[in-house]
């Protein structure tokens, strides 16, 4: 290699270093990583980046973040400045994630909570309310309820699916309605729709500083089985985590939203610091979405078959997945979710609970039921989380959501002997041959 192809201009005679010095820099000395010539990106792991002259170095923080205010500031090609800005393979899944969610820009944070964290961070400050569902994912619900009234945020809890209570639930000091579907573990769904509808009636004698925005967490049915952005909501939260990563070797979080608020999230994420690092967006980016449309066609169908077998056993006494015809919202599960070919997705998560005289009784099978299962099962695996390739079973009232307390657990729907299927790429037979083994030590 020639001396000013490595060096890229600067005029350097390197055997006049010691080893030390050249083993530290090498030859990788290069103004910018070109990584057009190859077919799968690199991962790109680097802290900092080298910035040519403080001229370009100052360019790069005017333009950081300055995308809605003036977008001819905007060079052709990215500055990076510093991993927590920006880097290439965060930027590559941004996009991706842009285009799975059929939305205008996406953020991507360190996990799904510090997305959830960082749309109430972007919305929400003192003496303003969220409006939230009486149910949701464990965690969501210990920072509504632990967390955000530290910072004098009221938080209000409604059953979304009564639309005269939400209405009514809205003040002047409301700015966001926050909700899943389906709603994590029970699969209970919530009209997008209708709360888009709600939001939008209140908002046309709001000003502008005063409107109310909408968020749902997306995560159990990722993109591929409901895009919230065709149903009109303004915000939408991943964790990368789960279905989207699929391989469950890492953790991320996303915001998909408005293009307007893309400087926000930025801002937030530099300030606030829940970064995806590099090494974890790409396998995002490089496995998990370009195989989450065959996953999950895959893990769908077996999730069908599995939800049919256990309707019929007489020892389960309530099956909820939304490809049942038996489900109690099946319309609105075949109007809201659907595949990028407009086809039903129901998704591949199920909630089922066995049949038994007293919720005691009910909870006791339950519990030997997952514990033959985490002892004895080839095919199934005692686990939290889910989305992923390998079937995991668990416990919500004891794991998942038990930062809800078990009156509060009840009346928002969380049952002690519910058990959390997430159906993974096995062959379907498999599963329910493991099934049947685990039912009848019940
Ligand atoms: C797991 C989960 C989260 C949190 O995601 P993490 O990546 O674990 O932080 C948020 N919402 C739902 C519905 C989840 O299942």
Redesign the pocket.
């Known amino acids: 290699m020639n001396k000013k192809a490595s060096a890229k201009g600067k005029r350097v005679n390197k055997s006049a270093y010691a080893p030390e010095t050249r083993l530290i820099w090498g030859k990788s000395f290069t103004p910018k990583w070109d990584y057009s010539h190859h077919v799968v990106p690199p991962i790109s792991s680097s802290s900092t980046f080298r910035l040519s002259t403080t001229k370009r170095g100052a360019k790069g923080f005017i333009e950081f973040a300055h995308h809605a205010d003036d977008f001819t500031v905007q060079s052709k090609a990215p500055i990076y400045i510093y991993d927590r800005l920006g880097e290439p393979n965060k930027d590559m899944l941004e996009e991706n994630l842009t285009t799975a969610e059929h939305g205008e820009c996406a953020v991507t944070f360190a ?6 964290s960082a749309v109430c961070g972007i919305l929400l400050g003192s003496g303003s309310e969220i409006i939230a569902h009486k149910m ?2 464990g ?2 619900y210990s920072l509504f309820k632990n967390w955000l009234p530290r910072y004098h945020i009221k938080v209000t809890w409604v059953d979304f699916n009564d639309h005269k209570a939400l209405n009514k639930a809205i003040s002047p000091q409301t700015r966001l309605l926050y909700f ?1 579907t389906p709603v ?1 573990p029970t699969m209970e769904l919530i009209d997008i729709r209708k709360v888009v509808e709600i939001a939008k009636r209140q908002n046309s004698h709001r000003s502008k500083a005063h409107q109310i925005l909408t968020a749902v ?1 997306n ?2 049915a990722t993109p591929f089985c409901q895009r919230p952005f065709e149903q009109g909501i303004d915000f939408v ?1 991943e ?4 279905g989207l990563l699929g391989f469950g070797t890492d ?3 996303a915001v998909i939203g408005p293009s307007w608020s893309y400087d926000r999230l930025l801002l937030y994420r530099k300030d606030f610091g829940g970064v995806l690092g590099a090494k974890s967006a790409w396998p995002i980016l490089v496995y998990g979405l370009p195989s989450l449309a065959v996953r999950f066609t895959q893990q769908m169908k077996t999730a069908q078959l599995v939800a049919e077998f256990l309707e019929h056993d007489k020892r389960i006494g309530l099956v909820n997945y939304p490809g049942l015809e038996s489900f109690n919202q099946r319309a609105l599960a075949q109007s809201q979710m659907q595949n990028y070919d407009g086809d039903f997705a129901p998704g591949t998560m199920m909630y089922f609970i066995p049949k038994g005289k007293t919720p005691q009784e009910r909870h006791r099978k339950a519990n030997r039921l997952v514990n033959y299962i985490a002892g004895n099962s080839y095919t199934m695996t005692l686990a939290v ?2 989305g992923n390739i390998r079937t995991l079973i668990e416990h919500p009232a004891s794991m ?1 959501h038990s930062s809800i307390p078990p009156e509060e657990q009840l009346k928002r729907g969380i049952h002690p002997g519910g058990i959390r299927l997430s159906i993974g790429l096995e062959k379907a037979k498999d599963i329910i041959h493991d099934l049947k083994k685990a039912l009848s030590k019940m």
């Open positions: 996990t799904g909570m510090a997305a959830v949701l994912y965690c969501t899943e994590n967490d995560t159990f939260i964790s990368l985590t789960k953790m991320g979080g989380s889910l998942t």
